[in-house]
């Protein structure tokens, strides 16, 4: 049996819309994945063959944020 590490993530999103008049509005988002930048192993190689058996080689995605903003009329 091979036991995977775990994982730890916490997201965070901030959204405010705003009324340009009449039935437009724009609205901002702001999104951040991995808030706390916490590093987060994936499963470590499984294959008996493998000279790397056992090993973690692969971590998951760092912090990552993203901007938008969307116009409706």
């Known amino acids: 049996t091979v036991v ?5 993530q916490n997201d965070f999103a901030l959204t405010r819309t ?4 009449g039935a437009q509005s724009m609205q901002v ?3 951040v994945f991995n808030v706390i930048n916490h590093v987060n192993f994936n499963a470590p190689v499984a294959s008996l063959n493998s000279a790397s058996f056992g090993q973690i080689l ?3 995605d760092p912090r990552i ?3 938008a903003v969307k116009f409706t009329y």
Request: proline share 6%.
């Open 58 to 60: 692969t971590a998951g």
């Open 29 to 31: 988002r702001w999104e």
């Open 65 to 67: 944020m993203q901007f």
């Open 4 to 8: 995977n590490p775990s994982n730890l």
């Open 18 to 21: 705003f009324r340009l008049g």
